[in-house]
């Protein structure tokens, strides 16, 4: 039939989905059970003991929400936000943008903040604005995908300890699993991620993560959450030990995500995060040895997804279709404010390896000089070869 | 490890999901590629137009809603109420109850109307509510799942014609690639379904499908739609010729719904339907030939979920354990106010087979008669078997 298909073999490099391990695409292909079957609930503990582990976090409600990373950003928001609540958003990229959206939605009384998209946010200037709207909720983007920027948040306990009625609403959706995320430790309460990053399954879940703080503040709302789908009050009992039917869950994906899970822990939390970090730092050898630019200052740079800055003259639209058509290779340009102005090179999960790193320094390189731009020759891979030896050692 | 996982090949005879045809598994393990891939919008055009060819319509804004039936439901009615309109919901059931209750959490001025459990709706008793509310929404299910009801909706264009201003919105998610669905003929503006009934794919996507007289009502809305991830004004844009990007599609659940109506488009929706109904008459004439009874009346009953009154005196949940453990063969128990009072056989898209009824009967006369329930021997498995030699002639 004319409508068969068969996706080519990407490398991708993108700001997600990235490249999926084949356990974990073979996983989907395990014969469908029902939603309450025994065994479907021994998965269910398993995943839920794994999401627990790689959040850092004690915290009983911790589940895959069955919709994109969005829909995790939007189950965080409606479950704990009623109309009227201050909400306070900090904004330095689309996904900060995106949360303030969705706030909004919820019926908040929102006040946002700004950082500089390719910046982080200054925790004093954080602090200001706490003392001053004493919001509900404090929400940040751990890891910016559309900026490549890491906000540190080791401090952010201390920095909320003198407001005990403040609950932290944090995505890691490019972080979880490339990062450490330490939910229990930084004082997160609500924390979500997306499941094509850097933890390498398919897009199609959320995991998710709310304290007992947050738990509360939920059960105790005096409106119901606007959406049904994902009430936590509802899907928390699905997922606890009442097990009763809520929606059908996604059979499939959550074998994928069970199996992306195992693999993570099978690496080991601090390995894969080393392994991120290594690549990242070749990656960036390799860039200004060509001469290019990092625009994020390097303390705040993902190690998952670098901001790498388009040389004056380049036709970046037509580079990156260069090399989806003659490379095989996915980036990403940039979003909103640095469109035009950024690529964005995701090293996340299995994407993130040698081979991938120095495949991407060929081909930039390549398509480069195809549109008369001056790069030394080999200078890239020779600096990410070299740092490689180095760091092998 | 200790969380290595092998789900048992369940016979899956409840209400969904539905066993899954190897072709479609292994769909989803082929490669991923990015959202934005041409070989991805290849894939969902041949998407969109097989959605189109299963809910016979033309409407333009047809695509899976990136979440399992429930969001389906979501979907049609947050982005076509607006807070205090008027919304008539039709309740015989459980998801007529789900309708009601969603509505609700959108600010609707709602109004409902009952039938029976296990009844249809008569189409007078909508007319006159009809008249006396003059709803926005008029809002009814198709297929209730709970109890096995199919609502006849050949009429609901004439009935709705004096009422220009009422949008009919149906849930199909039991119906759809079972049952006959004709959208555009029966005057439906929202109908959503479920992937993981009749058409045979796993759960995790809701095929949807707006009229443009319901795309007009969403594009002059007041007030933003509450949901941002359903918010059909900009995911409507990354499923149209824009292609914006909205949030990361769930790819691999794409390629298994992709594949799904492949091979519903192969076999034909006529064949399919009329495999659905043969199935379900066998399982009828089975069922009766043993003694028990099919609590819904003759023109009502879904032929992909089948009401079996349970027998006084029979453990059901024992019952259903029993065939579990050892028929390795799933039914679900009856909800809400049918529990304890109904099971609920399905046999939907690829679990619509000769094999499953024949099976199914003899797993229920042994179930049964070890509970002490006087069954003539063979006498289900008889009947069927003369049934489809008749109807095989």
Known sequence: MSNEFHPPARI???????NVDPR???AMAKPMVGHLDPEFIRIMNNLQDLLRSIFNTKNSLTIPISGTGSAGMEAAFVNVVEPGDRVLVCINGVFGERMADVAERCGANLKTISAP???AFDLDVVQKELRAFQPKILAIVHAETSTGVLQPLEEFADL????????LLVDTVTSLGGHPVKVDEWGIDICYSGTQKCL???PGLAPITFSSRAMEKIKNRSKKVQSWYLDMNMVGKYWGNERTYHHTAPISMNYALLEALRIISEEGQGPRHE???????????????????M???EPYRLWSLNAVGIPPGIDEVKLRKALLDEYNLEIGGGLGALKGKIWRVGLMGYSSTE???LYFLTALEQTLRAQGFEVPKGAGVTAAKEFYSRANK
């Open 12 to 18: 991708l490099m993108g700001p997600g989905p990235s």
């Open 24 to 26: 974990v695409l073979l």
């Open 117 to 119: 998209w390719g910046k």
């Open 160 to 167: 909320l300890q003198p407001y005990p009625e403040t609950l």
């Open 200 to 202: 390498s399954c398919p």
């Open 275 to 293: 392994r991120h970090r290594r690549n990242h730092r070749a990656l960036v050898q390799g860039i200004e040895a060509m001469g290019l630019k």
């Open 295 to 297: 625009p994020v200052e």
């Open 355 to 357: 081979t991938n790193v």
